[in-house]
């Protein structure tokens, strides 16, 4: 039975959780890219002084929250106490500090308080977010090293004791192609965390707290007890999984071994491909993020995310290979190989985590990121960055089909047409399910999704692509059969690249067959009705019904 200073713990572990999760919303809110504002594309947290996440928004991706879990301890280790003031606010985009490329902006709040006329530092607020553009080559594949993808901001101060650093801000202004944008979504990171701190600072005061010191002790000891408990139920050895996918001048190999002993589990890439001359690769502090998170959505997906809950995790991966890439590789579109990693934790725990790991996904973010540029004279100065998120199907559970058109592992949400059509030239002309791209299996992948996309009459725009499952599509498991390759082409048949900046011509559209996730299962044990509920939603036709689940298929009038 809890004793009432556990009860009291639980009280304000709750009111914790309401502090970061407003700190997100402000940053939802008052963020000036759609990134942000729709998809959710952010973290937000509180930190003890050392560095140590004590809790974590909801909104937010595994890969942002668990590189910033990383992250905020480089600040502690870069600024001295002596150092920080009260009004002081820390920021970086170091891929290899902060959370795996140029264009996502940590920014770090110090916490002073007290009572009596006399504060002391007690910890961190921090948030994290993807900006519209950061300078170099634009938000794509291309580069041939880090110098190139963009402007690369040294832990520094943004804000001295309150007062705004110019000097950064004339910086960002001189070498950012949507500077307004970009600059108001650093004051938004600002604004969220000064939210979080107002309220924390009220919590403290309500429960008649000096510091955080006592509250992080009993989170984090809970969290990685419950932790290694569920890992020390598990029967000790190893577990070996390997995943081809695209790449980009040539096909990668993922590889792991996750190991259990005892209460440690480990995770190791030896055997993975070697970096890539382009942008595809993955700083460590992003591969660890994505590997705990698929480690504790299949060990222990309901302690809460924090320091305590991700300690028993050990990843590793052998040095400047594609998933552990030293500056100054190319790493701007570090998603498509880490939203991969996953697939790879999760395939390589189904045997002793059977009837919870689903199949492989199309996992990776299809995202758009374009730029419009007028070509009549009414619009020759016009330029617009736009980009949209998009998603393919996740793969069949062991009990349930997939998830059509949802991201798994990033868990962002849609970015809605109405929206991306009101921030620029573009017109969306289609965007559905697709057809028949789940991996047939006892239990269907996820669809993919087609989207058509054009530019307003008097533009046309280039496409910095940076797609996977091109080559390799997402496999079933259990006999469960893959989900349909992904396409990239013109509405005049042309063939696209996966990877790399194209044109679209004036006139011409773009579209996409995102994806879909693989089957789980064998397709001749699906349930009659459930293939017939697919025929007559249109999620498959009914010749591919024919030839996938004959046994079960709706008859064809002759």
């Not at 950061?134 to 963009?150: A, W």
Request: with cysteine; proline share 5%; hydrophobic share 40%.
């Amino acid at each position: 039975m809890a004793n009432n200073t556990d009860v009291h713990y639980q009280i304000m572990w709750n009111r914790l959780i309401s502090v970061v999760e407003e700190q997100a919303v402000t940053l939802i809110r008052t963020a000036f890219c759609t990134s942000v504002r729709e998809a959710g594309d952010l973290s937000a947290g509180v930190f003890d002084k050392q560095g140590r996440m004590m809790a974590q928004a909801v909104t937010g991706t595994p890969g942002h929250v668990n590189s910033m879990a990383e992250s905020v301890a480089h600040f502690a280790k870069r600024f001295e106490r002596s150092t920080l003031q009260d009004g002081d606010v820390l920021v970086t985009n170091d891929p290899w500090l902060g959370t795996g490329h140029l264009h996502d902006i940590t920014v770090v709040t110090p916490v002073f308080y007290g009572r009596d006329g006399h504060s002391e530092h007690i910890g961190y607020f921090a948030a994290t977010a993807h900006v519209v553009d950061i300078g170099g080559r634009g938000f794509g594949p291309d580069g041939s090293d880090v110098y190139e993808e963009g402007l690369c901001i040294p832990p520094m101060k943004f804000f001295r004791a309150g007062a705004l650093n110019e000097d950064l801000i004339e910086i960002l202004r001189n070498n950012v192609r949507e500077r307004d944008q970009v600059i108001g979504d650093f004051h938004s990171l600002a604004v969220c965390n000064a939210t979080g701190m107002r309220r924390l600072k009220g919590m403290l005061a309500e429960f008649e707290l000096r510091d955080l010191e006592d509250l992080a002790g009993f989170i984090f000891e809970n969290s990685q007890r419950a932790t290694r408990e569920r890992i020390a139920a598990l029967p000790d050895g190893t577990q070996r999984y390997a995943m081809t996918v695209d790449g980009y001048e040539k096909p990668i190999e993922l590889v792991v071994a996750v190991e259990i002993a005892a209460d440690k589990l480990r995770a190791d890439f030896a055997g993975t491909s070697d970096p890539s001359r382009y942008g595809i690769n993955v700083p460590l502090t992003y591969t660890k993020a994505y590997a705990s998170y698929a480690l504790k959505c299949a060990i222990a997906p309901e302690i809460p995310n924090n320091w305590g809950s991700l300690e028993p995790f050990e990843i590793s991966a052998p040095e400047d290979c594609i998933l552990n890439a030293h500056r100054p590789r190319p790493v701007s579109v570090r998603h498509v190989i880490g939203h991969l990693i996953p697939d790879v934790v999760l395939g390589a725990l189904q045997p002793i985590c059977q009837g919870e790991i689903p199949a492989e996904g199309a996992s990776s973010l299809w995202n758009l990121q374009m730029r419009f540029k007028g070509i009549t004279q009414a619009t020759r100065n016009q330029q617009h960055e736009i980009l949209m998120f998009n998603t393919g199907g996740t793969g069949a559970r062991p009990s349930s089909d997939g998830l059509s058109a949802t991201a798994f592992p990033s868990g962002v949400q849609a970015m809605s047409v109405e929206v991306t059509e009101s921030i620029g030239p573009i017109i969306i002309w289609r965007k559905e399910l697709r057809p028949n791209s789940g991996g047939a299996g006892r239990w269907r992948g996820g669809l993919g999704q087609r989207i058509e996309v054009g530019s307003a009459e008097g533009f046309e725009f280039d496409l910095n692509a940076m797609f996977d499952r091109v080559h390799f599509a997402a496999r079933g498991h259990n006999g469960g059969q893959s989900g349909a390759l992904g396409q990239v082409s013109l509405d005049d048949g042309t063939t696209l690249r996966g990877k790399g900046k194209q044109q679209i011509p004036a006139g011409r559209r773009l579209i996409l067959d995102l994806p879909g996730g693989g089957g789980n299962g064998d397709a001749a044990q699906r349930p009659a009705a459930l293939v017939q509920r697919d025929v007559a939603y249109g999620y498959i036709s009914a010749e591919q019904a024919q030839a996938d689940y004959a046994q079960a298929a709706p008859r064809t009038p002759a």
